[in-house]
């Protein structure tokens, strides 16, 4: 069974903190890089952050460079994302992702929201 299953979304002021999580089944977790991206009212769903299988090689969008953390325990199957310094800017749904051959694998997403 394939699955990507997040938590860890709410509300949240600016200025605030958030860990998501998303635990993967071991087919498509193992060896492979994982990805977060997130899709904002009306707008299109974009990258995030992804790191490499072995959880050494990180990449971040701009926007959120030096802010979130993206990190995976591979022994759990679990990629996290801690947001940091959170901004009304980012509230959207917050999805998980992976790519395994030719095939791309999603989340149902959870949904980050900030605002005072």
């Known amino acids: 069974q394939v699955y990507l299953e997040e938590s860890g979304g709410g509300s949240v002021q600016p200025g605030g903190s958030l860990r998501l999580s998303c635990v993967v089944s071991?087919?498509?977790?193992?060896?492979?890089?994982m990805d977060w991206y997130r899709q904002a009212p009306g707008k299109q769903r974009e990258l995030v952050a992804d790191?490499?299988?072995?959880?050494?090689?990180?990449s971040y969008t701009d926007s959120v460079k030096g802010r979130f953390t993206i990190s995976r325990d591979n022994a759990k199957n679990t990629v996290y994302l801690q947001m940091n310094s959170l901004k009304p800017e980012d509230t959207g749904v917050y999805y998980c992702?992976?790519?395994?051959?030719?095939?791309?694998?999603w989340g149902k997403g959870t949904l980050v929201t900030v605002s005072s």
């Open positions: 790191i490499s299988s072995g959880g050494g090689i990180t």
């Open positions: 992702h992976t790519r395994k051959w030719t095939m791309d694998y």
């Open positions: 071991t087919s498509i977790f193992s060896g492979n890089a």
